[in-house]
């Protein structure tokens, strides 16, 4: 599997170096495909709470895998990641990036003008219950599988819109 992904994107040192590790994981997120990303969108913009338990699994099972950590951990780290990215707005500016100073618009300083409401590892911890190294690796994974996944079923539905316009 890491071959197959290392000659997909002409990399030929995957598996000893951490750096790489990371590259085939995020590869290997990409190619999680449209189940898990209409599960996730149905989850966030239908609040389909129904979906959760399949997807939270999906993503866990990747990050245990991938990070040799507990299953008990891995669906903690899955189910952080997923409240991570579909309660994304910053709570300082809703989302809006940026503030307006006394004379000037700012960039909102809780989020950097992300919009992002980003979670600092202290609040993972207390979610998940431990945290660091592989743990905190696997959650950089989960959330590239949810970011991923996304993204798959969104260009795969757009793709499908397109080819059905002609
Ligand atoms: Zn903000």
Known sequence: ??????ASVGTSQMGMEADSEHAADRIAAMAF??????LLIRYRDANQRRWER?????????VVRAHK???????????????EWSQPQCSTCRGA??????SL???????????????T??????????????????YDLALAT???AVMTTTGVTRAQLERDKI
């Open 1 to 6: 599997m890491r071959e197959a992904l290392a």
């Open 146 to 148: 949810i970011t991923n």
């Open 69 to 83: 950590i507990s299953q008990q951990i891995g669906l903690a780290v899955a189910r952080c990641a997923l409240i």
């Open 54 to 62: 399949e997807a939270v699994a999906m993503i866990a099972h990747r």
């Open 105 to 119: 618009k700012i960039a909102c300083h809780d989020c950097a003008g992300s919009g992002v409401r980003r979670y």
């Open 33 to 38: 495909g449209p189940r898990l990303g209409s």
């Open 121 to 138: 590892d202290i609040e993972r911890h207390r979610v998940i219950g431990a945290w660091g190294g592989r743990v905190a690796r696997g």
């Open 97 to 102: 990036r940026e503030m307006m100073g006394a």
